[in-house]
């Protein structure tokens, strides 16, 4: 996937592209050396709400001034009506693609190993770390796309 994503990368970039393997929380990088973070269907592996915050703190950390983070990621609700709607689509949508032992899978899976936030909860946390100028690209379902701007 890193070799993947360097290839899509240097065909759009003549900058320099660095990729790095592990743990995001655990890996050492520079203070305020990056123009772009790209979180993309990773975030929502996060357990809990101290892995939540300081995972953004240190996004925020490694954005340089001026620099952005963009994340798109599976997402839950914040009342419990809306989000058994959106799971039922999204079950809907899994069946539809691969049956019902399928979305059964999927849906073992998340809840085995995924604790997605709402975007209110991550934007809210963007804003609590730091950033300033917060941007909600897209929601469709239970899937968002959102970001934000380092000014200050």
Known sequence: M???????ISAVNTGKIRTFKGDFREIDLPDQGYDVIMAAAVLHHLRHDQDWELTFKKIYRLTAFGGSVWITDLVSHET??????????YGEY????????????????????????????QLDLLRKVGFDHIE?????????AFGAIKTG
């Not at 890193?2 to 899509?8: G, I, N, T, V, Y």
């Open 94 to 121: 899994l069946c539809s693609v691969g049956g019902e032992d399928y979305q059964a899978k999927v849906f073992d899976y998340i809840d085995k190993e995924d604790s997605p936030r709402s975007v209110t909860y």
């Open 80 to 89: 419990e009506p809306v989000q058994s709607l959106m799971w039922k689509r």
């Open 2 to 8: 890193l070799e993947k994503a360097r290839e899509r």
């Open 136 to 144: 909600l690209l897209h929601k469709n379902s239970c899937f968002s």
